[in-house]
Nanobody, 119 residues
Framework: QVQLVESGGGLVQAGGSLRLSCAAS????????MGWFRQAPGKEREFVAR????????SYADSVKGRFTISRDNAKNTVYLQMNNLKLEDTAVYYC????????????WGQGTQVTVSS
């Protein structure tokens, strides 16, 4: 099992920045990738970004490309999501995920952290 704990959410004005962190513990040696999803009120959970654990290859949703950056610290078993130029539509609960089987299996999930962007 892998446990994931997110932090860094909060309230920010449009155009501002936030950095989310997700610390993994447990069977982290099995991690192939980590990433972020988000879920806004009344909407389905959607993919935001992903990074592979070995070589650091990244993938982003079109809606966040150029604004969000995902990175990882292998020594700390932590993944980060730097969010710049935040928009009202970025308001959501952000969930950290870890994949053990394949990079897109999303086997483990954190509890989520709220990000609210105000005008």
């Amino acid at each position: 099992q892998v446990q994931l704990v997110e932090s860094g959410g909060g309230l920010v004005q449009a155009g501002g920045s936030l950095r989310l962190s997700c610390a993994a513990s447990g069977r982290t040696f099995s991690t192939r990738a980590m990433g972020w999803f988000r879920q806004a009120p009344g909407k389905e959970r959607e993919f935001v970004a992903r990074i592979t654990w070995s070589i650091g290859s990244t993938s982003y949703a079109d809606s966040v490309k150029g604004r969000f950056t995902i990175s990882r610290d292998n020594a700390k078993n932590t993944v980060y999501l730097q969010m710049n130029n935040l928009k009202l539509e970025d308001t959501a609960v952000y969930y950290c995920t870890a994949s053990a089987r394949v990079i897109s299996s999303y086997d483990y999930w954190g509890q989520g952290t709220q990000v609210t962007v105000s005008s």
